[in-house]
């Protein structure tokens, strides 16, 4: 039963008593119109929720910075019962950056493909980070967001994460879960800037591991897109704004375009495909990669040439040419 079916007897109007009125430090008025005073019974409500009962994902029970990495490149726009086990293959693959790094990079974006993780940048992404940390930094991570963000292809969330997870050292994490709980718990209006300012005033001071862990959780779990407030028990219900008025609307979530038919699915049977073969010929692999390839077709040598040129930009194909044949390979 959601908040929506069972909400309690309590007019809208929330308490007056409830609202934001002490220890606002970097909230803007408007921010938050119903985060209460009493923040610290918010978050001992919350940990205590997240700390009895949560999902067991593998990189929960780590602190390795590697691991946590991995986890969170991975995790990247795909649903995470696919991420766990192409997870744990990883890491028993290349169970460390010296290994990742000495791996052939071609056996790194093939990996990727087959388990369909989706855009193969982030394979060479992480390939060269392991390289890096090898080289850049002897093997040991660091452990400030700024730094990690000098990592080949981490960007200031993912550089945040594994700050916050791996050692226990980052901001308030903000992603499409927070950003939905955030403006359902306490009104606060769909602005990046907001649900930042927000983030960062609830979050306990040296707590970022579980906090962050544990507000995810929560709309992961409790505030989704549908959400199930008291069939798995939110802590914020006695705060939260929607759950008193029943207005579960939340800022709209970014639709990815469609994958069916894409030149990112055939991207991704190209890499496969050369991840099994040493090298193919064009025509040959047009013909492998979509039953209508036609040489001097729609989706024909030009077509397929734009991929390919497109993957030897990302370093991820090389192509040769001899006597009138195209021949492509992973690097």
Same mark, same amino acid.
């Given at each position: 039963?959601?908040?929506?079916?069972?909400?309690?007897?309590?007019?809208?109007?929330?308490?007056?008593?409830?609202?934001?009125?002490?220890?606002?430090?970097?909230?803007?008025?408007? /921010?938050?119109?119903?985060?209460?005073?009493? *923040?610290?019974?918010?978050?001992?409500?919350?940990?205590?929720?997240?700390?009895?009962?949560?999902? #067991?994902?593998?990189?929960?029970?780590?602190?390795?910075?590697?691991?946590?990495?991995?986890?969170?490149?991975?995790?990247?726009?795909?649903?995470?019962?696919?991420?766990?086990?192409?997870?744990?293959a990883f890491v028993e693959e290349w169970p460390t950056t010296a290994d990742l790094a000495a791996a052939d990079r071609g056996d790194v974006v093939a990996f990727w493909s087959a388990h369909s993780l989706g855009y193969n940048n982030r394979a060479k992404y992480l390939?060269?980070?392991?390289?890096?940390?090898?080289?850049?930094? /002897?093997?040991?991570?660091? /452990?400030?967001?700024?730094?990690?963000?000098?990592?080949?292809?981490?960007?200031?969330? %993912?550089?945040?994460?594994?700050?916050?997870?791996?050692?226990?050292?980052?901001?308030?994490?903000?992603?499409?879960?927070?950003?939905? !709980?955030?403006?359902?718990?306490?009104?606060?209006?769909?602005?990046?800037?907001?649900?930042? *300012?927000?983030?960062?005033? =609830?979050?306990?001071?040296?707590?970022?591991? =579980?906090?962050?862990?544990? =507000?995810?959780?929560?709309?992961? !779990?409790?505030?989704?897109?549908?959400? &199930?407030? /008291?069939?798995?028990?939110?802590?914020?219900?006695?705060?939260?704004?929607?759950?008193?008025?029943?207005?579960? %609307?939340?800022? #709209?979530?970014?639709?990815?375009?469609?994958?069916?038919?894409?030149?990112?699915?055939?991207?991704?049977? =190209?890499?496969?495909?050369?991840?099994?073969? #040493?090298?193919?010929?064009?025509?040959?692999?047009?013909?492998?990669?979509?039953?209508?390839?036609?040489?001097?077709?729609?989706?024909?040598?030009?077509?397929? &040439?734009?991929?390919?040129?497109?993957?030897?930009?990302?370093?991820?194909?090389?192509?040769?040419?001899?006597?009138?044949?195209? %021949?492509?390979?992973? &690097?």
């Open positions: 039963m959601t908040g929506t079916d069972a909400r309690p007897e309590r007019p809208a109007e929330r308490d007056a008593s409830l609202r934001t009125d002490g220890g606002t430090e970097g909230i803007e008025d408007g /921010d938050a119109p119903d985060l209460p005073a009493d *923040r610290d019974a918010v978050r001992e409500a919350l940990t205590a929720w997240y700390a009895a009962d949560h999902r #067991d994902f593998p990189w929960r029970r780590t602190d390795d910075p590697y691991e946590i990495l991995i986890s969170e490149v991975m995790s990247q726009q795909t649903q995470l019962d696919r991420v766990v086990p192409a997870w744990e390939h060269e980070a392991a390289g890096q940390i090898e080289a850049e930094y /002897d093997g040991a991570f660091p /452990d400030a967001p700024d730094e990690l963000e000098a990592l080949m292809g981490v960007g200031p969330y %993912t550089a945040n994460a594994v700050a916050s997870f791996a050692f226990n050292n980052g901001d308030a994490v903000v992603d499409t879960n927070v950003k939905r !709980v955030l403006y359902r718990a306490f009104d606060v209006p769909d602005d990046d800037d907001a649900f930042e *300012r927000v983030a960062s005033a =609830i979050l306990p001071d040296g707590e970022s591991r =579980i906090w962050n862990n544990a =507000i995810m959780e929560l709309g992961g !779990v409790a505030c989704g897109k549908k959400p &199930r407030c /008291d069939e798995a028990g939110c802590p914020w219900r006695e705060w939260c704004h929607a759950y008193q008025t029943g207005d579960f %609307t939340a800022p #709209d979530v970014p639709t990815q375009p469609s994958f069916e038919g894409s030149r990112r699915q055939f991207r991704g049977r =190209i890499v496969r495909l050369l991840g099994e073969h #040493d090298a193919m010929e064009l025509d040959a692999l047009g013909h492998r990669i979509r039953v209508d390839y036609a040489p001097d077709g729609e989706h024909g040598r030009e077509w397929l &040439r734009g991929l390919l040129s497109d993957l030897a930009d990302d370093g991820l194909v090389q192509t040769e040419e001899a006597n009138g044949e195209l %021949t492509a390979r992973l &690097r």
